[in-house]
C-alpha cells in the first residue's frame, strides 16, 4: 500500500489521477483542491490544500506521510498569467521548489508536470533532451518550476505533456474538446488556429501512463502525451467529423491574426520514444481518445447532440 496525495485534484488532470490511483487498492489516497466546492461529494477522500500556503502543505505532508506527491496544481491562464506574473509564479515555481524541498526532507517522491510551452515552437515536437526556451509568462514559470524540482534534488519524475483534453463536467475552465463540443452543438461558428501544431493528449490516457510510470518507479525528465501530431484546426476537424457535427463552422485562423497577450509555440508538441520503450500502456491516437470518450461518456454527449 502507498499513499499518494494529489494536489489539483479538481483540474481536468488531477480529477483523473485522484479517480485512478484511489480505484486501486494498492494505493491509499489524498486528493485535495485549491477551494472548497459547495455540494461536491469527492471520492477519493478530499480536503484542501493550496499549494502557495507553507506552513498548510508542511502540516499535510507530516500528517498525511505520502509515499508519493504527484503536483497537479498549477496556474495555468496561459494569457492572464503575462499580467499576473506574481500569481502564476507563485503557483507554477515558488510553491513547486518548497513542494520539492519537503518531499526531499521526508524522502518521499515527487510527480510534477510541465508542458511544450517551455520550449520556443521553432523545432517541435521536442524529445527531452531538447534545450528550453519559454516564450510567455506561464511558459517561463513552468521552466522555473522544473528547475526547481532539479535544484533542489529530490527524487522525482518531471512529466512534459500538452493540449491536454478530457471531460470533466466540474471543471473550473472548459478544456477544448468541451469548449469546442458546447460550441458546436450550439451551430456557433468557431475559429481555430492552423498554425499551431502539437500532439493532444487525453486526460485519462495520460492518468493510467502516469500511474504505471509511478510503480515503475521511473525517474527523470519523461514526455507523456498522445500518439497523433496534427494542427489544432486538424484536430478540431477530426472531433467535429468523428462525433457527425457541422465541420463547415470551423474556420482556420493563423495565430498572429488573435493577437493573444501571451505568444504560443507554433510548432510544438513533445516525441513520445522514450516512454514507449519503456511503458506497456499504450499512447492513444486522437481517433482512440474520440473512441475512449464516445464510450464513457455517454451522457456529456447526449447533453450534447448535433443542432438540426
Ligand atoms: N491543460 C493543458 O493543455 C496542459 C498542457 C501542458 C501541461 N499542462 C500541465 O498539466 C498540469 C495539469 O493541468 P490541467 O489542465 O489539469 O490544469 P487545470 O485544469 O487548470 O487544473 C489546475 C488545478 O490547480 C488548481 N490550483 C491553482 N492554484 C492552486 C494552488 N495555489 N493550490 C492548489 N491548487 C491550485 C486549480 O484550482 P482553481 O481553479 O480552484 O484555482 C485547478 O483545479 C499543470 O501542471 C499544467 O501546467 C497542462
Known sequence: MSRVLVTGALGLLGLKIARLFAQDPGHEVLA???????NWTFDPPAGVLNIADFGAVTALLSDFKPEVVINCAAYSKVDQAESERAAAYQVNAEAVGFLAQQVKRNGSFLVHFSTDYIFDGKAGPYS???RPNPLGYYAKTKYWGEEKVVRVGCRHLVVRTNVLFGIHEEASK???FMWLVGELSAARPV??????????TLADNLAALVKEAVEKKLEGVLNLA??????RYDFAMRIARFFNYDHELIDPVDTASLKQ????????????????AVLKSSIFSVEES???LKKNYES???AHPRPN
Not at 32 to 38: D, I, L, Y
Not at 226 to 231: A, E, P, Q, R
Not at 261 to 275: C, Q, S
Open 261 to 276: 497577450p501571451a505568444p504560443r509555440p507554433l510548432l510544438g508538441g513533445v516525441r513520445t520514444e522514450k516512454a514507449q
Open 32 to 38: 485535495t483542491f485549491n477551494s472548497p466546492k459547495e
Open 191 to 200: 475559429k481555430i488556429v492552423s498554425d499551431q501544431y502539437n500532439n493532444p
Open 174 to 176: 472548459p478544456n477544448f
Open 128 to 130: 527531452e533532451e531538447a
Open 290 to 292: 474520440l473512441s475512449f
Open 226 to 231: 498522445g500518439k497523433t501530431y496534427l494542427s
Open 300 to 302: 456529456f454527449f447526449a
